[in-house]
């Protein structure tokens, strides 16, 4: 989960305090008082889902046990029950979702075997779409359906498989699930990371919720995604980049598939209209510098000439004669000033300047230019 991992070691420190920070409490009013101004938190919205305490979990497996009891050996499912202690130290306490498992593969053999594939480090498409196929049947018992789904899908966003996790994910619902955190959480994680911005702000938003009593890295990481993908631009150089880097992560488990390659027409796409709105800025800024230079050439109402013409002046047209003399070497240079002037020609005006000058300069030595 490489933006996790980012943005953690980036900003978390930052962010630390702001992550800790407990529920706002609403002070009780003095008698003879009027009540105390609310709190932030007393205008916010009632969380839409709750976190099932242990004892709610222990109950729910308890059932799924006495339905399964007639399919299981009767060793198997006592040693489950008494996994499950009604008065269980706090220390001792395992992750919920991990116990819930752990209880379903004992009993159950299909679990155990998607579980195990898990653990031997293979969550291939094929093992999902294997355990998918009974974990979609009506028959399933629905806690178990539910828990194991759950597990996979988190199980899934651990291995940088965010279409598979999201596909398992997507459907379940947080106010039966046995550890809605860890649902919502790896929900947004893989909707993040797949750019999908305004359903992954929705699922973080609804984490965010239950603000102060999720656990600690939930929230702080929630935070940090939540910011990130807000501020994430579409069609930027940033989102293009993370596209890209998709493409390689779905490259990196071999998958070449008609989902990469829209991935990648995609960012083909994005870089073509970035490279054309590139090329048209420039040519508007030459065409403007260019005009900005060209104030000679400006008609009356400081537009440029449409066409070349003659003006169209109101003058007679004469112009004083002025004596140049009648010496036989009037505008002929030295050959040495003739070079310095063109090479000064050269470094201000257009080239076809130079070319021009340098034709007239010869009609004037072979006597074709009359003066």
């Given at each position: 989960?490489e ?11 930052s ?61 198997d ?147 940090l ?11 930027s150089?940033?989102?293009?980049a ?14 070449p ?18 490279i ?75 080239a ?7 034709q007239?300069?010869?009609?004037l ?7």
């Open positions: 989960m933006p996790v991992r980012f943005l953690c070691a980036a900003l978390i420190a962010l630390s305090v702001l992550a800790v920070a407990g529920p706002a409490v609403r002070a009780a009013p003095q008698h003879g008082q009027p009540d105390a101004v609310l709190s932030d938190r007393d205008l916010e919205r009632p969380p839409s889902w709750s976190i099932p305490t242990r004892a709610d979990v222990r109950r729910r497996m308890n059932e799924w046990l006495d339905r399964a009891a007639g399919q299981a050996a009767a060793a499912v006592a040693a489950v029950r008494e996994s499950w202690p009604e008065h269980e130290p706090a220390e001792a306490a395992s992750d919920v979702l991990d116990h819930v498992i752990d209880s379903f593969s004992r009993i159950d053999a299909r679990t155990a075997a998607a579980r195990q594939s898990i653990v031997d480090g293979s969550p291939t498409s094929a093992m999902a779409a294997a355990t998918i196929d009974w974990l979609n049947d009506p028959a399933t018992d629905t806690f178990q359906r539910e828990a194991v789904r759950l597990w996979l899908g988190r199980e899934c966003v651990r291995h940088d498989r965010f279409d598979d996790g999201l596909a398992i994910l997507a459907d379940l619902d947080p106010t039966t699930s046995v550890d809605p955190a860890a649902l919502l959480f790896h929900r947004a994680a893989c909707q993040h990371w797949l750019l999908e911005s305004d359903v992954a702000v929705e699922s973080l938003d609804r984490l965010l919720e239950r603000s102060g009593e999720i656990p600690v890295r939930y929230e702080r990481v929630a935070r995604l939540r910011a990130d993908i807000a501020a994430l631009e579409d069609e150089l940033d989102h293009i993370r596209r890209m880097r998709d493409i390689t992560r779905r490259l990196d488990l071999g998958r598939g008609p989902k990469t390659l829209a991935v990648q027409d995609g960012v083909i796409d994005s870089l073509d209209k970035m054309k709105a590139i090329e048209e800025q420039q040519q508007q800024q030459q065409s403007q510098s260019s005009s900005g230079a060209g104030g000679g050439g400006r008609s009356g109402n400081g537009t440029p000439m449409d066409d070349s013409r003659i003006a169209g002046g109101k003058g007679a047209g004469e112009v004083t004669k002025r004596d140049l003399g009648d010496s036989d070497g009037w505008g002929k240079l030295p050959p040495h000033k003739r070079e310095e002037a063109l090479q000064q020609i050269g470094r201000e005006f257009p076809h300047y130079r070319e021009a000058i340098e007239y300069f010869k009609r030595a072979s006597g074709e230019e009359k003066r």
